[in-house]
């Protein structure tokens, strides 16, 4: 730049220096300790797989950061990804206006994973949103309470209540087993594919497709009526039940890793055990499940 004079001038051009960004961009390599490429850190992490940006610094980390690595003969990262800006309540976040969120106090009065969780809903990942305390209440009760966390305190409650907590494997399996286990294997794949290209608010909605078809197979299938007549047949909805709940966790463990571990702790499911290579529909372990508490308390508005 040439319109202030602090900074390294440039050879044969004293009116320009090097400005900030030279220094700034290489504190993604020093903290891995860089110039050794051989220790762990470097080995493990570079380069980036996914560098995540604002978008009004876009230029100076998808041109210059890049031609500074290529002329020190450094790979760049693998991909870029620029993410948009939150309004609040439809206005600008400024200083001057005064109607800056505080992240503690938003945190402290709806949760730190509930907050998580409605960024990367309520609009496409790398677009502009608005941030309103009604729209985060309606999210929150409507996707993590009345559907995620009331499938997981009803069953979990139930089986406790009626299983002496125990639920078998199942021995068999109907039509409408199979369609709602094929309907999960689908919408993972799918959950995959957003997940890679970082369409986060499509992979949660890939999610919740899940649940509320789930929360219907319950009501369909009704366990409460089944324990009257055929305990076997309960003993399978629940067993798919709570398979189809392990399943949406562990799909849910990078945006609420909090809560999603409640929920796990509730099926006592292994921590070893709680990631994508545990991700079979049609898991062959009986559930010996823990007295649930609400995860989601409802938010009043």
């Keep these: 730049r040439k319109t202030f004079s602090w900074g390294i001038k440039v050879p044969n051009d004293e009116a320009h220096v090097v400005y900030v960004w030279l220094d700034a961009l290489t504190n993604y390599l020093s903290s891995l300790k860089y110039p050794d490429k051989n220790n762990e850190l470097y080995r493990n992490f570079w380069p980036a797989d996914l560098h995540i940006i604002g978008k009004d610094i876009l ?18 990262p693998k991909k870029i990804f620029a993410h948009g800006w939150w309004t609040n309540e439809g206005q600008k ?73 125990l639920v078998d494997v199942s021995k068999k399996y109907t039509d409408s087993d199979n369609e709602l286990l094929k309907f999960c294997e689908f919408n993972f794949s799918n959950y995959s594919n957003y997940m890679e290209y970082q369409q986060i608010d499509k992979a949660l909605k890939s999610i919740f497709e899940i649940l509320s078809k789930t929360n219907s197979y319950v009501d369909e299938q009704a366990p409460w009526e089944l324990k009257k007549t055929n305990a076997n047949r ?46 079979n529909i049609k898991n062959q372990n009986k559930f010996q499940i823990l007295n649930p508490k609400p995860i989601f308390p409802r938010i009043d508005k």
Excluded at 107 to 118: C, V
Excluded at 123 to 135: E, L
Excluded at 244 to 262: E, G, H, Q, V, Y
């Design 234 to 279: 309960m003993n399978d909805v629940l067993f798919i039940t709570l398979n189809i709940i392990k399943f949406t966790s562990l799909m849910l463990l990078p945006i609420i890793p909090k809560s999603a571990n409640k929920a796990l702790d509730i099926l006592n499911i292994n921590l070893n055990e709680r990631n994508f290579s545990f991700m």
């Design 59 to 76: 230029r100076f980390h998808a041109i210059y950061w890049p031609a500074f690595l290529m002329a020190a003969d450094i790979e760049p």
């Design 93 to 165: 976040i400024s200083k001057s206006i005064g109607n800056v969120i505080d992240p503690y106090d938003i945190i402290n009065k709806y949760g730190l994973d509930q907050i998580r969780f409605f960024l990367f809903r309520e609009v496409p990942f790398g677009n502009d949103g608005d941030f309103s305390k009604n729209a985060i209440a309606n999210r929150i009760n409507a996707d993590l309470s009345n559907n995620y966390g009331n499938l997981v305190q009803r069953i979990c409650l139930f089986a406790v209540k009626n299983c002496n907590s």
